[in-house]
């Protein structure tokens, strides 16, 4: 067995309703004025009114910013992180998805790191060396398991590019897991972002840098992914399945933060970054064609991953097995309704910016090759496989 070192040091709390309890939670950890990030769109939905009634109750200060958007931008994280800095908060409340949450991680750390997000990001001159402003998440999709991680990914917009800065001290403090607040997240969403889930889950089972606990939590998020996410789609008001998605996401994260990704975040970043592909969606399209060009570098994980997914493999050989994990996401993906194929996604939908063609290829190629985690992958991946996976996908 390989040495290996396991991170969890976010303190996670869950339960239905229990974002209600957030007055309790900043008590206990002594702070006193809370700067909210959020989005519109979470505003909107009645959420943050939800958490203002706690804040109020406990008679806390607090400021709500909803300025975030998704795929956040250099330019909307020092925006975003200067109001902060005014604001004279002691903590940091993230509600939202994905988007919202790394761009408080990115706000967080430029309060003790003097300088921009564009100086500290992958590639970057700077790096985190501070701890960060203490962050509180409140997810309101069962997806990115952001709120358990030690990355931030942004977009710049200059390049076209997705990058994150990924440092231990980004990891938040506390999670709030409340799949209350997620009942009302829309069929597409919620199958888009549990497929996302799902991927990191399996790209951290069959990532070169897996280790025992990562594997453990790895698998058990793709057993509980796998039962619950055509419910949680299908009848969103099944409280029950939104629990399962909500806890299988977080388990995911901490699985990816510690075990790595692959080729999957590789390409989906890459077309997030050029056509604005939603990373939810990138993922749920990518995954299976994907898995379609791993499956080679570890039969055995994919067999442990089919039966997670619940296929009979009795009496199948190796091979046949761990081909079933690729035909089990194929099913899942063709249950949830969600577009397949690259060439069936729609600007008009909010999808991509632009129609995905083969004239992009080579750009997209370009960019996946310097992708940092491309090395987890169990096969070695060259610019050939990027182009199958492509053309397939395609
Ligand atoms: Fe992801």
Redesign the pocket.
């Known amino acids: 067995m390989k040495d290996f070192e396991f991170k969890m040091p976010a303190r996670v709390k869950f339960g239905e309703g229990i974002s209600k309890q957030i007055g309790q939670v900043l008590r206990d950890m002594g702070y006193k004025k809370v700067f909210i990030a959020t989005d519109k769109g979470i505003v909107a939905a009645g959420i943050i009114a939800q958490i203002e009634e706690g804040l109020k109750a406990g008679n806390f200060e607090y400021q709500v910013y909803d300025e975030l958007i998704p795929d956040p931008t250099i330019e909307v994280v020092d925006e975003a992180a200067e109001v902060l800095r005014k604001s004279g908060a002691d903590v940091v409340l993230a509600v939202g998805g ?1 988007s919202p949450i790394d761009t408080a991680k990115a706000m967080c750390m430029l309060q003790t790191h003097e300088g921009s997000i564009r100086e500290y990001l992958f590639g970057g001159t700077k790096s985190v060396t501070n701890p960060i402003m203490p962050l509180i998440c409140i997810p309101t999709t069962a ?3 952001s709120e358990m991680t030690a990355a931030s990914v942004i977009t710049n917009n200059q390049n076209k590019t997705k990058v994150s800065v990924t440092h231990e001290n980004l990891i938040p403090k506390y999670a709030l897991i409340d799949p209350m607040l997620q009942l009302g997240c829309p069929p597409f969403i919620t199958a888009t972002t549990g497929m ?2 799902l ?2 889950a399996i790209e951290s089972y069959i990532s070169n840098r897996a280790n025992p606990i990562s594997e453990a939590m790895s698998l058990q998020a793709i057993r509980m992914i796998g039962k619950n996410i055509r419910t949680a789609v299908g009848a969103g008001s099944a409280m029950e399945a939104r629990s399962n998605m909500a806890v299988a996401s977080t388990i995911a994260g901490v699985a ?1 933060m510690n075990g790595g ?1 692959g080729v999957v ?1 590789g390409i ?1 970043q890459t077309i997030g970054a050029i056509a604005h592909v939603p ?2 969606v990138a ?1 749920t399209l990518l995954l299976p064609y994907c898995m379609e060009r791993s499956v080679v570098g570890n039969f055995e994980k994919f067999k442990d991953i089919a039966i997670a997914l619940g296929k009979n493999v009795e009496g199948l050989d190796l091979r046949d097995a761990a081909f079933a994990a690729v035909d089990a996401v194929f099913e899942m993906a063709e249950d949830l309704r969600v577009p397949m194929r690259l060439s069936e996604l729609d600007p008009a939908k909010r999808q991509c910016s632009e129609p995905i063609t083969e004239a992009m290829f080579d750009e997209i190629i370009e960019d996946v090759m310097n992708y940092r985690l491309l090395a987890d992958t169990p096969v070695k991946i060259t610019r050939d496989d990027v182009r199958a996976i492509l053309e397939a996908a395609l």
């Open positions: 994905g997806g990115t398991g996302d889930a991927t990191h990816f990704l975040h989906g990373h939810g993922m």
